[in-house]
């Protein structure tokens, strides 16, 4: 048998890569073993990244041919090049893999390929897609395995036309009518992308609202905007299956989500987008003894231990938000753990976007979770149709929320609906990190003119009154 590693982590994506890398740093031999070709996981590979590429490009396209003339440039109707746009999203993926694997070498991690199993405390087995297996022997391990997309019963994925994330992020052309089942993330997000470049999107929701989790007021008005740009939706309603027609077109069966009478929509493409579920097939896991909660998800304490000392777990296999942020610092958090320092995550400052436009993103509590606890609250807003900046840059939609503690003035949470406003809710992040007042941010002096503008003023709005309104 080779050397002993410190730690072994199962998948390298944004939990494993980034927990080998700090711990590397940290001074401990690291291997990791992962089964695909290339580095990165979901997010990097079929997730975050490829999402983005299509989602930027296809906003580009959109406001070429729709934004532009307001603004005096005058063009001729833009073209769609979707093998171009599709080119692009490959560079971008590439790159980004790429870069993994010159931080593993960089950070001196060894490399296993194929499928991870556990074979008992410090063993984990691994097999090759061809070749003889290897065994590793380890003093610790990580099971960063990830997730994978949910399916509804009697619905068969093919990735061409009845489509989970994965398909939807490769389709070879842009479908005439394309049916997301679920408004959540990847439905919303996805549905954007082929919205704009031509498709007619129905979104059909199981519960009365969009985006759930996300706070209610937020997912109204954000669900009116995507109406606005051509969305629709059907709330309420659920799948009942997805029928394949001799034309080569869909027809999806969709029922009251209590029961009743099943309509149709004709489709192109159907996308299932109901959620991802933990991915714990082939880990070896029950011979381990590793525990798992009643959602299949890995169980960890406090720690990231399972049940079986010296076996951790991190990112999408175990419980909290599905983000690739969340399970990177928890990545972080178990290599310091392991290395003798104090490794933490902060889960009351998570933030959480959607990519569309304007985006949406959110930190903390949510107005409905703060009334469900009973915490006396105040909320400061600010609309972007009172912000210069968002005016000069025609893009004024959407609105800052800030929630405060009534008695200690304290930040409870904040959603933005806006042109970036991924970007923007870091500050209120960082603020919450340091269990910052809403004066905090109002006293603090930002820039003119900057869309940042309207969180001041929305923390403004929680104290003396904000000046632009
Ligand atoms: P994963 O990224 O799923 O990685 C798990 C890795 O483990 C994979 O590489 C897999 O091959 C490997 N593996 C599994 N089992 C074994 C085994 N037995 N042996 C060897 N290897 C194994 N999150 C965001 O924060 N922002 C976004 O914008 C965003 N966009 C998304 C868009 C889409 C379309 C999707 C699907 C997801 C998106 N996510 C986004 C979610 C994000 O991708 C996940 O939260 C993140 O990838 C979870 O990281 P992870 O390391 O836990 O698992
Ligand atoms: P999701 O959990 O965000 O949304 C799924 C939606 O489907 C929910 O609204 C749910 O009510 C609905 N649903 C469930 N069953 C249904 C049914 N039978 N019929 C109709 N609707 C049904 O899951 P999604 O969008 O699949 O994304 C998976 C994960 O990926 C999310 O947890 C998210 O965190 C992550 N992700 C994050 C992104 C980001 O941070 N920008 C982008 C994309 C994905």
Known sequence: MADQFDLTIIG???GGYVCAIRAAQL????????????????????????????????????????????LG????????????????KADTVASNVGGVDYLFKKNKITLFRGIGSIAGTGRVLVTPQSGTQQEIATKNIVIASGSVSANLPGIEI??????????????????????????????????????????????????????????????RQFQRMLQKQGMEFKLSSKVAGVDK???????????????????TIDADVALVA?????????????????ALDERGRVRVDGAYKTSVDGIYAIGDVIAGPMLAHKAEDEGIAVAEILAGQAGHVNYAAIP???????????VGKTEDELKAEGVEYKIGKFPFTANGRAKAMLASQGFVKILADVNTDRVLGAHIVGKNAGEMIHEIVTLMEFSGAAEDLARTTHAHPTLSEAIREAALALGDGAIHI
Not at 53 to 67: K, N, P, V
Not at 277 to 289: I, M, N, Q, R, S
Request: glycine share 12%.
């Open 352 to 362: 959480a976007v959607v990519y569309t436009n304007p985006e949406v993103a959110s």
């Open 245 to 263: 027609q001799e034309d080569g077109s869909l027809k999806v069966r969709v029922e009251p989500a209590k029961g009743g009478e099943v309509e």
């Open 158 to 219: 093919d990735e061409q036309q009845i489509v989970t994330s994965t398909g939807a992020l490769e389709l070879a052309e842009v479908p005439r009518r394309l049916v997301v089942i679920g408004a959540g993330v990847i439905g919303l997000e996805l549905g954007s992308v082929w919205m704009r470049l031509g498709a007619q999107v129905t979104v059909v929701e199981y519960l009365d609202r969009i985006l759930p989790g996300m706070d209610s007021e937020v997912a």
């Open 12 to 14: 390298a994506g944004p």
């Open 274 to 290: 109901i959620g991802r579920k933990p991915f714990t097939e082939g880990l070896g896991l029950d011979v381990a003894g590793v």
């Open 27 to 70: 001074g401990l031999k690291v291997a990791v073993v992962e089964k695909w070709a290339t580095l990165g996981g979901t997010c990097l590979n079929v997730g975050c990244i490829p999402s983005k590429a299509l989602l930027h490009a296809s906003e580009l396209f959109e406001e070429a041919g729709h934004g532009f003339k307001a």
């Open 73 to 88: 440039i005058d063009i001729p109707a833009p073209q769609l090049n979707l093998k171009q746009m599709m080119a692009h």
